[in-house]
Nanobody, 124 residues
């Protein structure tokens, strides 16, 4: 799993937008649950959003609902996270992840493999 954050390396002003992408290889992308975690300095890792491969169900942390959108392109083996109306508290290292199971209503559990992470910094 290899993630990247747009063209400018993940630096964005508050209120702006950014799209994260994650290219996957080495496993069956079409049949895998996928999602995003983030970890800010001094805080625990948080499951931000995840998507089931079974029925396409999506889940979001309360802190990002209505602002972030997860999507996937199975033809390109790529996962995306569209981040709109970003806030300084969204600043964190973001990791894409593969899930062996999606737990209904939460993205904090069920991941078994993480990419290396991409820094996102939101300036106020």
């Amino acid at each position: 799993l290899r993630s990247a954050a747009g063209v400018w390396g993940g630096l964005v002003q508050a209120g702006g937008s950014l799209r994260l992408s994650c290219a996957a290889s080495g496993f069956n992308f079409d049949y895998s649950g996928l999602g995003w975690f983030r970890q800010a300095p001094g805080k625990e890792r948080e499951g931000v959003s995840c998507m089931s491969s079974v029925d396409g169900s999506t889940y979001y942390a309360d802190s990002v609902k209505g602002r972030f959108t997860i999507s996937r392109d199975n033809a390109k083996n790529t996962l995306y996270l569209q981040m709109n109306s970003v806030r300084p508290e969204d600043t964190a290292v973001y990791y894409c992840a593969r899930y062996y199971a999606i737990v209904t209503g939460t993205c904090d559990y069920g991941a078994d493999y993480w990419g290396k992470g991409t820094q996102v910094t939101v300036s106020s």
